[in-house]
């Protein structure tokens, strides 16, 4: 693997971490349930999106101007797969055992309603419904299961970006 990828991936998936621990801090200092504002989560996004297509014009800058779409994919997906990986132990950590509880539970209220809304549209039957209704969203399953959803999620969203900044090729030149 080419060094540009592996240090790019690495330093750019620290960077979102970083993004995702300050940005779930703010949220709690803000309070008055922030965590609400479909505003935020989605600057939060298009700051994530702005950092991954720098990573991207930066690695390809490092190799010469020259990166598959393999090599593009890998470094983004070692970037989501840090990132991730911080912010979910920071969520972990920060969520059961640093914040008073109350703010836990309003917050898990919110995520278990936000569920059961879009699983009712879904015709989820009753029991489905009443098991989200009492989901420890912060537990190490809950944010485990998250994690792996948001790895794939971000994994469909970097195929695009490796898409488009993959080097062109010239037919007559291979």
Request: proline fraction near 1%; charged fraction near 15%.
């Amino acid at each position: 693997m080419n060094e540009a990828i592996k240090k790019n991936g690495i330093k750019f998936g620290v960077i979102i971490g970083i993004i995702a621990v300050l940005a779930q801090v703010l949220l709690y200092i803000i309070g008055n349930e922030s965590y609400k504002s479909p505003i935020i989560g989605v600057v939060i996004s298009i700051i994530y999106w702005i950092v991954r297509i720098f990573q991207s014009i930066d690695t390809k800058k490092q190799m010469n101007g020259i990166i598959t779409f393999k090599e593009s994919f890998t470094t983004l997906f070692i970037c989501i797969l840090i990132g991730i990986s911080i912010s979910s132990i920071f969520n972990y950590v920060f969520l059961n055992f640093i914040v008073e509880s109350s703010y836990k539970d309003e917050f898990n209220t919110f995520l278990n309603l936000s569920k059961l809304e879009l699983y009712k549209a879904m015709g989820k039957s009753s029991s489905e419904l009443k098991e989200v209704a009492t989901t420890d969203n912060f537990s190490i399953a809950e944010i485990g299961f998250a994690s792996i959803f948001s790895i794939i999620v971000s994994s469909i969203f970097n195929l695009i970006l490796a898409a488009i900044f993959k080097s062109k090729t010239n037919p007559l030149n291979e």
